[in-house]
Nanobody, 120 residues
Framework: AQLVESGGGSVQSGGSLRLACSISAYRDRTLAWFKHREGVAAIRVDGSTTYQPSVKGRFTISRDTAASMLYLQMNSLKPEDTGMYYC??????????????????????WGKGTQVTVTS
């Protein structure tokens, strides 16, 4: 089973991008987006979410379980949002620290990433 990201690209500051990730075998797991190893946003099976403070109000994480897809809508992009974005899933046994939703060490399965570049 693989996690496959898409939707990255280059945009000007203030622009928007929508990242997508095929989650196939991980539909019943907590999922998250990371910029490099920095947690950006996470979403649990019940749809509840956690955001890094710097993206709250600008980014929205969502999941479509029926379509086996995870999304990250990125609005009002800033140059500091530039980076490689990865989607990730927790292991089948769940998280060790059940509140560490943006901790990369809680995530066992990772995609290969998609590059986001924001120019000023």
């Amino acid at each position: 089973a693989q996690l496959v990201e898409s939707g990255g690209g280059s945009v000007q500051s203030g622009g928007s991008l929508r990242l997508a990730c095929s989650i196939s075998a991980y539909r019943d797991r907590t999922l998250a987006w990371f910029k490099h190893r920095e947690g950006v946003a996470a979403i649990r099976v019940d749809g509840s979410t956690t955001y890094q403070p710097s993206v709250k109000g600008r980014f929205t994480i969502s999941r479509d379980t029926a379509a086996s897809m995870l999304y990250l809508q990125m609005n009002s992009l800033k140059p500091e949002d530039t980076g490689m974005y990865y989607c990730a899933a927790v292991p089948i046994g769940g998280m060790v620290n059940k509140y560490a939703f943006l901790d990369p060490y809680e995530y066992r399965h990772w995609g290969k990433g998609t590059q986001v570049t924001v120019t000023s």
